[in-house]
């Protein structure tokens, strides 16, 4: 090997390793740090549009700003949450609380009485630096995964976007201290609102690098393109942390209804799936649980099943 091309390898490698030390070096100063999600195979369906999506943004934001946590980033999905955080596990715990009861206050302003008894907080403990990024790989990816409309780069209603996204970063809206106070009473569907005054707000939700550190989260990769590496093409470790998480429903209710229609229409030419006749929603049902490994509670809520109805059909999964 010539002289230059030997230099050359050496000084790839003590870049690689200061880099890596490096990350290790701030994932050991912090700390501790969790998974915090919610389980949602025991949740109905809760955001349903952009307005919902917003207020669990902004809802964020606003419960963060009242406890000693650092979030590194989220995902709001349409009936559970992903956040990767930083802080003692009671704060933690604090944290989540306030953002249920906030929620079921939201709904309660609308008029929409949700069930939230499933909707509880798990907290899985990160314990090292390659858990940490792949934990936070595996949220920033969860929206992308889930809406084919979306880039790990482009989901909007979280942090994910916020990486190593120079234009996501940049993204500038109104002050929280500029609003009028009407307007950050409605921002924030409560009657004192309260937030930090350099908060941004932007079409109608506070802005996620309002309240995420994701500068600390980039910190724990090399650079952008080892993250980039891991965002989409790390696809054995996305398997096993559904797994640990619990999470044996490989497929959301957005991925299961988007089958679901597709089957509906081609098979019995039902734009709606809730509207299919009796015996082809059986069909359908059958479909789901044995192909899809869908639970009787998706089964119930996409195709608006009798609860007592699917647990017969499928009495093993009714008792997990």
Request: net charge positive; aromatic share 14%; with cysteine.
């Amino acid at each position: 090997m010539a002289q230059s091309s030997v230099a050359e390898v050496s000084a790839i490698r003590n870049s690689y390793l200061q880099k890596e030390q490096r990350c290790e070096f701030i994932f050991a100063e912090g700390g501790p740090y969790w998974h915090l999600c919610t389980p949602g195979q025991l949740t109905e369906i809760l955001f349903i549009n952009d307005e919902d999506f917003k207020f669990g943004v902004t809802n964020t934001a606003i419960c963060a700003s009242q406890f000693n946590i650092r979030i590194f980033t989220d995902v709001i999905m349409n009936n559970h949450i992903h956040t990767i955080i930083e802080g003692e596990r009671e704060e933690c715990l604090l944290y989540f609380a306030k953002f249920k009861k906030k929620l079921k206050r939201y709904f309660s302003s609308k008029g929409i009485i949700v069930d939230l008894s499933g909707f509880n907080c798990n907290l899985y403990p990160i314990l090292s630096l390659q858990a940490m990024r792949n934990e936070i790989v595996y949220v920033n990816r969860n929206g992308y995964l889930v809406n084919d409309n979306y880039l790990p780069f482009t989901y909007p209603w979280g942090s994910g976007n916020l990486y190593f996204n120079d234009f996501a970063q940049r993204r500038r809206g109104v002050t929280f201290k500029g609003m009028p106070y009407a307007q950050k009473r409605a921002l924030c569907h409560s009657r004192i609102p309260s937030l930090s005054d350099n908060y941004l707000a932007d079409d109608g939700m506070i802005l996620p690098l309002s309240y995420c550190n994701y500068i600390g989260g980039q910190d724990y990769f090399r650079d952008a393109h080892h993250y980039f590496k891991l965002v989409t093409k790390n696809v054995e470790s996305n398997g096993e942390i559904a797994k640990r998480l619990g999470d044996n429903i490989f497929l959301t209710d957005n991925e299961m209804y988007a089958i679901v229609y597709q089957l509906s229409l081609k098979q019995f030419q039902v734009k709606q799936p809730s509207l299919l006749p009796a015996g082809a929603k059986i069909e359908v049902a059958r479909k789901m649980s044995l192909e899809y490994n869908a639970s009787n509670s998706q089964i119930r809520r996409i195709l608006k099943m009798d609860r007592e109805f699917v647990d017969e059909l499928f009495p093993i999964k009714s008792k997990r």
